[in-house]
C-alpha cells in the first residue's frame, strides 16, 4: 500500500538547521509531486513547499524562500525537506504529502528551544 | 502572497445540512485553483475530501459535496454525523504551483 514513513522528532537551538527525511513506498516515486506542510501547536496548516521527485525542481512559498531546501533521492524514493535559522515560531509538526494528496507521512515534530 | 479565507467555526445539528466556503484575497474562486478539502481530527493527519473542487475519493462519504458558489470553493456537508466534526481545510494552488491553505473552519455538530 501506499506508505510515506517519516524521520522521527527532532529538538533544536535557535539558529541550528533541521532535515527531515520522507520515504516513499507503494507508488513509483517519481510519477507524483511531494509537498511539505507544517502545523503548529493548535495552528492551522501551512503550506512550505513542492518537489517534483522526476527531476528535482522545486517550488517554495515565499515565507519560506532562502530557509528551505527540498530534495530527493530517487535511488532510496526519499524526500528531505531542511530547514535553517531556525526559531522558536518554526516549532511545528512537518507532514510531507504525496500521491494526490492522497497519502500523509505521519508527521515530525520539532521543536526549537534555547 | 494570497490569502485564502475560511469561516473559522461553524456548527450544525446532526442531519443538518452547512456549507463550507473558501475564498481568495486575489479575486474569484475558480476551478484553475483546483480546490482541495481535508478534513482533520485531533492527533491526525489530515485527510482528502474533494480534490478538484467537486471530485470525491472512494473514501469520501456521499453526504460530502464540493462545487463554487458565489465566487467561492465550497464544502456541503447534508445529512451531518457526529463523526463529521473535524477541522476542514482547503487549499487553493496559485502560479508556479504554489499552495495556500485556508486557516480551517471548525465544524461542531450539535
Known amino acids: 500500500q501506499v506508505q510515506l514513513v517519516q524521520s522521527g522528532a527532532e529538538v533544536k537551538k535557535p539558529g541550528a538547521s533541521v532535515k527531515v527525511s520522507c520515504k516513499a513506498s507503494?507508488?513509483?516515486?517519481?510519477?507524483?509531486?511531494m509537498h511539505w506542510v507544517r502545523q503548529a501547536p493548535g495552528q492551522g496548516l501551512e503550506w512550505m513547499g513542492i518537489?517534483?521527485?522526476?527531476?528535482?525542481?522545486?517550488s517554495y512559498a515565499q515565507k519560506f524562500q532562502g530557509r528551505v531546501t527540498m530534495t530527493r533521492d530517487t535511488s532510496t524514493s526519499t524526500v528531505y525537506m531542511e530547514l535553517s535559522s531556525l526559531r522558536s515560531e518554526d516549532t511545528a509538526v512537518y507532514y510531507c504529502?504525496?500521491?494526490?494528496?492522497?497519502?500523509w507521512g505521519q508527521g515530525t515534530l520539532v521543536t526549537v528551544s534555547s | 502572497q494570497a490569502v485564502v479565507t475560511q469561516e473559522p467555526s461553524l456548527t450544525v445539528s446532526p442531519g443538518g445540512t452547512v456549507t463550507l466556503t473558501c475564498g481568495s484575497s486575489?479575486?474569484?474562486?475558480?476551478?484553475?485553483?483546483?480546490p482541495y478539502w481535508f478534513q482533520q481530527k485531533p492527533g491526525q493527519a489530515p485527510r482528502t475530501l474533494i480534490y478538484?473542487?467537486?471530485n470525491k475519493h472512494s473514501w469520501t462519504p456521499a453526504r460530502f459535496s464540493g462545487s463554487l458558489l458565489g465566487g467561492k470553493a465550497a464544502l456541503t456537508l447534508s445529512g451531518a454525523q457526529p463523526e463529521d466534526e473535524a477541522e476542514y481545510y482547503c487549499?487553493?494552488?496559485?502560479?508556479?504551483?504554489?499552495?495556500?491553505f485556508g486557516g480551517g473552519t471548525k465544524l461542531t455538530v450539535l
Open positions: 504529502a504525496s500521491y494526490n494528496w492522497n497519502s
Open positions: 507503494g507508488y513509483t516515486f517519481t510519477s507524483y509531486y
Open positions: 518537489i517534483n521527485p522526476s527531476g528535482g525542481s522545486t
Open positions: 486575489t479575486g474569484a474562486v475558480t476551478s484553475g485553483h483546483y
Open positions: 478538484d473542487t467537486s
Open positions: 487549499l487553493l494552488s496559485y502560479s508556479g504551483a504554489r499552495g495556500v
